[in-house]
Nanobody, 122 residues
Framework: QVQLVESGGGLVQAGGSLRLSCAAS????????MGWFRQAPGKEREFVAG????????YYADSVKGRFTISRDNAKNTVYLQMNSLKPEDTAVYYC???????????????WGQGTQVTVSS
């Protein structure tokens, strides 16, 4: 069990950058694979990026590959999502989540943060 809190969202113009952070509490943070998801109004929650326990393996949705980078600092119990070259279609609530294994399906993640809003203006 891990508790997650996202931060770093906001309003940016197209082409800009944001860095989201997800702070985790719990002694076993390093035992969890982590992921970022996003959900826009009227849309299904979609996978954005995932990272393994050690950070050695990452996986990205095609829509963000080359623009977003997921990373983690287990010493700080924090996972990050660096978002560059933002597009209006990136506008969504972004959630971090923890799973017992690297995964891309929301149902495989047992712990979720509250979400942080990212709005990209054109």
């Amino acid at each position: 069990q891990v508790q997650l809190v996202e931060s770093g969202g906001g309003l940016v113009q197209a082409g800009g950058s944001l860095r989201l952070s997800c702070a985790a509490s719990g002694r076993t943070f390093s035992n969890y694979a982590m992921g970022w998801f996003r959900q826009a109004p009227g849309k299904e929650r979609e996978f954005v990026a995932g990272i393994s326990w050690s950070g050695g393996s990452t996986y990205y949705a095609d829509s963000v590959k080359g623009r977003f980078t997921i990373s983690r600092d287990n010493a700080k119990n924090t996972v990050y999502l660096q978002m560059n070259s933002l597009k209006p279609e990136d506008t969504a609530v972004y959630y971090c989540a923890a799973s017992n294994f690297i995964a891309t399906m929301p149902e495989d993640f047992g712990s979720w943060g509250q979400g942080t809003q990212v709005t990209v203006s054109s």
